[in-house]
């Protein structure tokens, strides 16, 4: 039968998988041989998953059903191949976002050091409430982690953001394409953008910028 699991975390913050991930360190992660044993073979398929999140911490709930994956050579270290795609749909703040994501690429787990994680997905779709978005993407690390975005986007009117935001601007985006690098610093709490480019139409934007997620200070694009 397809793999069913739930996963809770309480307004406490606990999650009830916490014995499971205790720990980032590697030599803590019991459950790496037995996750090879599981998956050691020339290829490996996961059909129709099930993934229940219900985090009472931050009220919001998370469903990924038809979660499908296909790897190839799998291996704890040292490069494998993926093929992946599955549905979501989140509740947050009393609205249901619903989204499907299609992914296929190469890892590498770097015997679960999170800090060595890398993940290549030179062909990605993610379609968010019917919006189709195309693109590729590059992931480096998980603790600190950087990733690599290339993404084209269709025409997004006004009564796409109306479903999102309650005071929506009269504005529509023609067909665009995005490019750009992220970076994620745990410790200081900042979000770093380099190398942004934009082009929608007649108009070319580039530029980057820091925020501070620790706070509500920010510096805006360069």
Do not use: C
């Not at 059909?47 to 994956?69: A, C, I, M, P, Q």
């Amino acid at each position: 039968p397809p793999p069913r699991i739930s996963v809770v975390r309480s307004e406490s913050g606990e999650w009830s998988v916490s014995d499971i991930f205790s720990s980032t360190s590697p030599a803590a992660m019991s459950w790496g041989p037995f996750l090879l044993r599981s998956l050691a073979s020339d290829r490996t398929v996961i059909e129709n998953g099930l993934l229940r999140v219900d985090d009472r911490r931050s009220r919001t709930k998370h469903v990924v059903e038809r979660f499908n994956l296909t790897v190839e050579d799998f291996r704890l270290s040292g490069v494998f191949g993926f093929d992946l795609s599955f549905d979501n749909v989140s509740s947050m703040g009393g609205r249901d976002i619903s989204t499907s994501w299609q992914a296929r690429g190469l890892a590498d787990l770097a015997f679960l050091d999170p800090a060595g994680v890398q993940v290549v997905a030179p062909k990605l779709t993610v379609t968010v409430d019917g919006l189709r978005i195309d693109g590729s993407a590059g992931l480096r690390g998980l603790r600190d982690p950087e990733l690599d975005l290339t993404l084209s986007l269709p025409e997004v009117t006004r009564a796409r953001w109306l479903k999102y935001f309650p005071k929506a601007p009269d504005l529509s985006l023609p067909q665009s394409s995005w490019k750009g690098k992220v970076r994620f610093d745990r410790d200081d709490g900042r979000l770093t953008i380099n190398g942004l480019e934009v082009k929608a139409g007649p108009l070319a934007v580039s530029g980057g910028g820091i925020i501070n997620l620790s706070s509500s200070s920010a510096s805006g694009p360069s």
